[in-house]
């Protein structure tokens, strides 16, 4: 079956402080990745997301970026936080291919990392 | 106007009560469509699919109304473990990303 693991699971970061969050998808190949956010209180935001290596759409313009290194993997990046970056960032990962019929499959979450700016 | 629109809540009712949330979608091209259910501080993960025909889990029902583009989700006998936020989601066919809504809060007490 597949998993999912995201790490770390909860950290707390100065303002201009760089970030890293790794995401790894085990028992499936080719997965489609996705990075969400949750802001306190908020609903849930795509950041980016990837269809294959290399590949990432950004949804949101703002001092985050993502890759993926290798074909289950995805990062999350930023070189200098701001406060507004806290919240609760979601892997999420899928396997379907457009313009084919989804067929009911959906994405399946990590279990997140709490990020704190201060 | 937002794709996936919610009512955010909290409903808040007695254990044993039957309870509906609905969610209405902007985009008459969306597809596909599934209640996520939160909890707090937890990543969203799946209840169910919903189906044009409708689907039942037990003591959950999903509808989908396309000509309206409304889904619910009815939730019937509440149980106290059944507190928690419930996503309503969409997406197109022709897309690979996943629209969620806000999230309805429900609060079960005793």
């Known amino acids: 079956s597949q998993t999912i693991h995201q790490w770390p699971a909860t950290l707390v970061q100065p303002v201009g402080s760089p970030l890293s969050l790794e995401c790894t998808v085990e028992?499936?190949?080719?997965?489609?990745l996705y990075w969400y956010r949750q802001a306190a209180g908020r609903g849930l935001q795509l950041l980016f997301y990837?269809?294959?290596?290399?590949?990432i759409s950004s949804e949101v313009p703002q001092n985050l970026s993502a890759s993926r290194p290798q074909d289950r993997q995805f990062i999350l990046s930023s070189k200098k936080l701001l406060l507004s970056d806290s919240g609760f960032y979601l892997c999420?990962?899928?396997?379907?291919?457009?313009?084919?019929?989804?067929?009911?499959?959906?994405?399946?979450f990590g279990e997140g990392s709490w990020l704190t700016v201060v | 106007r937002k794709e996936v629109e919610q009512d955010p809540g909290p409903f808040n009712v007695p254990e044993g009560a039957t309870v509906a949330f609905n969610c209405t979608y902007s985009?008459?091209?969306?597809?596909?469509f599934f209640w996520y259910r939160q909890d707090c501080r937890k990543e969203p993960k799946l209840l169910m699919s919903?189906?044009?025909s409708g689907n039942e889990d037990g003591r959950f029902t999903a509808q989908l109304n396309r000509a309206s583009q409304y889904i619910s989700l009815l939730i019937r006998d509440s149980k106290l473990s059944d507190s928690a936020t419930y996503l309503c989601v969409g997406w197109m066919d022709s897309s690979y990303k996943l629209i969620f809504g806000s999230g309805t809060r429900l609060l079960v007490r005793p």
């Open positions: 985009n008459s091209a969306s597809q596909s």
């Open positions: 028992g499936t190949s080719n997965p489609n």
């Open positions: 919903v189906y044009s």
């Open positions: 999420a990962w899928s396997v379907f291919r457009v313009p084919y019929p989804h067929s009911g499959n959906t994405i399946y």
């Open positions: 990837s269809v294959g290596i290399g590949q």
